[in-house]
Structure formats: C-alpha cells, structure tokens
C-alpha cells in the first residue's frame, strides 16, 4: 500500500530528523532515544538503529558524544552540534515547502 510506504519512508529512513529534534531538547543516550521516539513520534525502531544512525551522525559532524559514568553505570550520551542544528532546520523546512506544495 502506498500510504505504508510513506509512513516507512517519513519516519524509520529518516531518523536523522526524529534523533536531531530530541537532542535539540537535551543531550540523551542511544537506548533512551529509542524510547522517546515510540513516545513523542509513535513508531518504533530496531534495537540497533538508534546506535547505526547515531555514529553516522557523529561521523558527520552533526552530534558530538561524551561518556559519562558519574551514576557507575557508564552511557554515551550524544549532543547536538551547531552544524547538526542547521542541517536540521533544512530537513523541516524541506519538509515544511513540500507539505505547502500539497495542500
């Protein structure tokens, strides 16, 4: 069906977009990542995607990633860059102008 083929493409092949907008808010973790997006975003992702997105991500230059292990357990919590939140302001507005030009 088309419509789930759209769903597929608009959300897990571009993940880049859900991942910028939550570290935008905050500096989170791969796992956590996974979570809030079935929360906020209402789809869920594989295990690993979050993590395979994220290194791409980081190799970029669009997030930067700090291990921390004040709490004994140590996480890789990643935060968005400059260059992340500009590349993320032309998904929207990318999204934005087509979404117009469908109406």
């Given amino acids: 069906m088309p419509i789930n083929r759209l769903k597929r493409k608009s959300t897990t092949e571009n993940l880049w977009l859900y991942i910028l907008t939550l570290l935008k808010k905050k500096?989170?973790?791969?796992?956590?990542?996974?979570?809030?997006?079935?929360?906020?975003?209402?789809?869920?992702?594989?295990?690993?995607?979050?993590?395979?997105?994220?290194?791409?991500?980081?190799?970029?230059?669009y997030?930067?990633?700090?291990?921390?292990?004040?709490?004994?357990?140590?996480?890789r919590y990643y935060v968005i860059t400059k260059k992340g939140e500009n590349i993320l302001k032309e998904?929207?507005?990318?999204?934005?102008?087509?979404i117009k030009k469908l109406k």
């Fill in 63 to 75: 997030v930067l990633s700090k291990l921390d292990d004040k709490s004994g357990r140590p996480r």
């Fill in 27 to 61: 500096p989170r973790y791969a796992y956590e990542i996974r979570e809030e997006i079935w929360k906020k975003f209402g789809f869920r992702i594989g295990q690993i995607s979050s993590y395979v997105v994220l290194y791409k991500l980081q190799n970029s230059g």
């Fill in 91 to 98: 998904g929207i507005d990318f999204l934005s102008d087509i």
